[in-house]
């Protein structure tokens, strides 16, 4: 079945800094991932649609200057949190729906610490 | 945009009987919907899906229900067993599928022996 693979699991990070957060489609091409984020004992929140080779659509709210997304292939986005700071710790997760299938596969999920 | 409203937030049942979960969506041109379960720290686990062609569909002890007038949807679990304590999601695409999904709040259910 289609996977998504996503890195790191998890990161603990100082306040101010960047992290990369990785998704990649194994064995189909994603022309478009959708990242979500996650706080503890709430829903999935829709963060930004990344498109492969144009700019990410990103949800009202969510500031495009701080959560960098690239889709360069059609196998790989990725999300950049920059200068992050204790508000941004949280549980993001990164999803893709194969073309000609059904359902959406999700990533394993990465757990952000910001301290 | 697309909004999704579950209830209840929280529901407890004895072993053997049967959970509902209700969900309402917003859009009337989303047309997949697909149900989650969820472990702590752990990717959505999709569980049954449902698109709006299709008013019913079941899966042995699990079974979604579709009311495109209504714009509401549901899960229902028979037979409930302590292995299906977890929190559960409903989805909505916004509008077609192969869009995002958006997702209601969650229900945490407890299935006690």
């Known amino acids: 079945g289609a996977v998504v693979s996503q890195h790191p699991s998890w990161v603990i990070c100082k306040s101010g800094t960047s992290v990369k957060i990785e998704c990649r489609s194994l064995?189909?091409?994603?022309?478009?991932m959708f990242w979500y984020r996650q706080f503890p004992k709430q829903s999935l929140m829709l963060m930004a649609t990344s498109n492969e080779g144009s700019k990410a659509t990103y949800e009202q709210g969510v500031e495009k200057d701080k959560f960098l997304i690239n889709h360069a292939s059609l196998t790989l986005s990725t999300l950049t949190v920059t200068s992050a700071h204790p508000e941004d710790s949280s549980f993001y997760i990164c999803s893709a729906r194969p073309s000609g299938g059904v359902g959406y596969t999700f990533g394993s999920g990465t757990r952000l610490t910001v301290v | 945009g697309e909004n999704v409203e579950q209830h209840p937030s929280t529901l407890s049942v004895q072993e053997g009987d049967s959970a509902v979960i209700k969900c309402t969506y917003s859009?009337?041109?989303?047309?997949?919907f697909p149900w989650y379960k969820q472990e702590l720290g752990k990717r959505p686990q999709l569980i049954i899906d449902?698109?709006?062609?299709?008013g019913e569909k079941k899966d042995q002890r699990i079974a979604v229900t579709l009311n495109k007038t209504a714009k509401h949807f549901s899960l229902h679990i028979t037979e409930t067993q302590p292995e299906d304590s977890a929190v559960y999601f409903c989805a909505a695409s916004i509008g077609q599928a192969g869009t995002a999904l958006i997702f209601g709040k969650g229900t945490t259910l407890s299935v006690s022996s």
């Open positions: 064995d189909f091409q994603a022309t478009t």
């Open positions: 449902i698109r709006s062609n299709v």
């Open positions: 859009d009337s041109a989303s047309n997949y």
